[in-house]
């Protein structure tokens, strides 16, 4: 899988918008970014996933650059239960490989 | 539709013991992952595993660990002679496809190995 670059902690206002950056410049055409967040003593959880188009789903917005280098992930109004470490990952999910690769991700913390 | 059951949550184990750890995936999911995260570092991938066969184990130490997901019952990690090192969460997912993001993690083992 192709290497990620996470800040590795970001704070957030509650009730404001956080948005999460990813570089990801070795990035391959067949690559999806994928974005999991760990909240505390629990497993991650799947947010949400794309391919060069920007997505949006009930939890998060995803914004890819034009180039694929780079995304954010936008919660765009946090609450302090979005309080978790937030991993990005790239694979291409047709490798017949399934297995997941995280790094050290970005721990967001959110303020009240 | 009760999510993924990992048990114990908590285990403790003297240096040599045995250690473990089951999984018990979603109702309808017939593919499991397990994953290892030592404290302050990101989960690392350990082995796949469908219904009585084990898809990539490419993660999983060469002694001491073993893996199964039988017909009936839950998935099991098994770790002999634990050394302190293996002290982690261990944290199982289970999906009903191999489509990652279709996957659910359960809540983890703790193993202490004193």
């Known amino acids: 899988d192709a290497k990620t670059t996470q800040p590795p902690s970001m704070d957030c206002a509650e009730g404001r918008a956080a948005n999460l950056p990813c570089n990801h410049s070795?990035?391959?055409?067949?690559?999806?970014v994928y974005w999991y967040r760990q909240i505390h003593s629990q497993g991650p959880q799947y947010i949400i996933h794309?391919?060069?188009n920007n997505e949006t789903n009930e939890m998060a917005s995803l914004i890819i650059t034009e180039d694929r280098k780079s995304s954010t992930l936008i919660l765009p109004h946090a609450t302090l239960r979005d309080t978790a470490v937030y991993y990005c990952?790239?694979?291409?999910?047709?490798?017949?490989?399934?297995?997941?690769?995280f790094g050290t991700g970005t721990r967001l913390t959110i303020i009240p | 539709n009760a999510g993924v059951m990992q048990n114990p949550r908590h285990l403790v184990r003297r240096r040599g013991q045995e250690a473990r750890l089951r999984c018990s995936p979603m109702?309808?999911?017939?593919?499991v992952y397990w994953y290892r995260q030592l404290p302050e570092e990101g989960l690392k991938f350990m082995v796949y595993?469908?219904?009585?066969?084990?898809?990539?184990e490419s993660g999983m130490p060469k002694e001491r660990f073993s893996a199964e997901f039988p017909k009936e019952g839950p998935s099991i990690l098994r770790i002999q002679q634990v050394v302190r090192g293996d002290s982690a969460a261990y944290f199982c997912?289970?999906?009903?496809?191999?489509?990652?993001?279709?996957?659910?993690f359960g809540p983890g083992t703790r193993l202490t190995v004193l």
């Open positions: 109702k309808g999911h017939s593919h």
């Open positions: 070795t990035i391959s055409g067949n690559e999806y």
């Open positions: 997912a289970s999906s009903p496809a191999p489509v990652v993001g279709a996957e659910f």
């Open positions: 595993l469908q219904k009585e066969n084990i898809i990539d």
């Open positions: 794309g391919l060069k």
């Open positions: 990952i790239v694979r291409d999910p047709n490798f017949g490989n399934e297995k997941l690769t």
